[in-house]
């Protein structure tokens, strides 16, 4: 044993992930759901989705939550780590694969690149500004095209002659993909190109200046896509690993580094069936005017936040 | 006759300084600083901005806008080294669209040398000796170099204050005396006097802290609304920040050849305003064993996007991570807290390793 049982969870934008994990981090649970703006509704469902998988009979002894929405949630949760998305999937990948160089990650509205050596994250880089070729784009053009998200692999699996698809930026890529329809292209053709494009944008804005080193881990909601994962395989002339549970290595990754805190919590998986709620105010106490929001369960106050001063914080 | 109300932007605490500089030039005048900088401040600024210019230039424009909302009627813009040189005169007609009635005293570009910026006071009011004015900005000079001094101090330190209350209150302290002083030897005592405070603070720091530099733009790395606070998101983690930039530094502390002499062949010519600094800077941390460096600058800042590529060279190259961040004025907040944590947690870990 190395560590406590632990339950993670990475909250974001799109979609909401959530594992238990043994203390050799052996996954004993796992859920996967879309967010639909309701990170506290789908933290219940994820959390009530694992206690019947596990029946009973776990104890859950800590709890680790990443995502954009992790202090959120991390209060809801009562979690002893509450960690940025760029460490939570650098931990992750390094539980599966101890021997990783460079971690490839698109998630629905950001997308980041890690580069390891000897195990320790040496550099990073996030998108910033922009979300262009992530998970969103691709399912908002699968949608436009009458497909399902799913469907985007097989297609350009089967494309010959991949469109060529502006990759700079989201707009020209669909005005691209437009155009491209309209003179002819297939949708096959259409969607490799698309998933080259999504490949192009991340090396030269996201990957920039980085040296992609194998092992190469790509992981991410987008990860599932097998059309994204051969344009990189093209791109870089490498193989790519994506792991069975390459879309919930946040959320392993949370877990772990609650597992290994120096202080692990009691989860009561109750906390699914309990009232919660915010409340947001605009503070009068100076021309900031921030933005507060409250965290309560029940009518017990667990935490606020968005207060620059302490004016806010009563 | 209208009594005059001076005003200058904010930047850092460098108001405390103004305040007591412009007190004495104009006895006769009022001096108020603009309101501190808000979300207001911003979205003023933002609003009646060029949307790519830089953002001190919005955050300069909110200032004037507040003060003159306040009453000022005479203000006061400077500027040397990039288009920020140029920025007072597009201030000054922006205000005049707006319907302001004011005065605008720019000492800018040429208008910075002793001369001409002599010649600008006497034109707005300011009837004192040649021997008074010099006394009053050796007054300044004395009082910047005292601010700057402590607060480099206390970039370094207070994250392992035992208690971040007390040396908050020696500074508040400090900075009341810098708006109080009436002669140079009067300062020199508050500077002993806040030197000796800080001294005998308790601190629990470890042998080998985590220390970052921070290099980059002028004005983000001095005021820190304008960077989220990231010294003090910093300090909170348990780092020593190092930071060379302050008023002090900008008047005596820099030179582009030395600049480029001590930057290791990075860049080998100077590209604007502190673009050298930053890149020679950077070698110095990589050097003494820093663990990162950040570089922060505002969105459209030239001189600091030119270092952005000998900066990278120099990352790889020494082995020091660099971030780098941008700020303008939208409030993604939380996107610059994300990176900075996972910033920490790398040099953390490689610390480690």
Redesign the interface.
Known sequence: MTGRTSLGVDVGSVSTKGVVIDGDGNLLAEAYIATQADPIGAAKQIVASLEKQLGGGVKVESVGVTGSARRLIGAMLGANAVKNEITAHAVGALARHPGVRTILEIGGQDSKIILIKGGVVVDYAMNTLCAAGTGAFLSSQAARMGMRVEEIAQAALRARHPAKIAARCTVFAESDLVHKAQAGHSKDDLMAGLCQAVVANYLSNVGKGKQIRPPIVFQGGVSKNGGVVRAFEEALSAEIHVDSDSHLMGAVGAAVLASKAQTGVSFDFQVSRRPCRTTARECAGCANRCEIVTFFAGQLKIDSWGAKCEKGSA | MLKTVISYPHMGNYAAVFERLFAQLFPRAEVRSP??I????LELGGRHSPDFVCAPFKYNVGNYIEALEAGANLLFQTGTGCRYGHYGELQEQILRDLGYDFRFACLSRENSRPSAALRTLHAAGCQLPAHKIAAALYLALLSIRGLDEMEFWMRENIGFAQSSDRIMAIHRAFLHKVRQADSAAQMMRAIESGRCAMQAIKLDKPEHPLRVGVVGELYTLMEPFSNFNLERQLASDGISVSRAMGIWFLLFGRSDARSLQEGGGYLRYPVGANGVDSVAQSLSYARRGYDGILHLKSFGCIPELNAGPAL?ALSKREGI?ILQM?FDTHSGE??AA??L??FV??IR??K??
């Not at chain 2, 808000?38 to 401040?41: I, L, N, P, S």
């Open positions: 309101p501190p808000t979300q207001r401040t990278r991570p941008s939380v996107g994300t990176r944590e996972a947690d790398m870990m490689r480690g390793a």
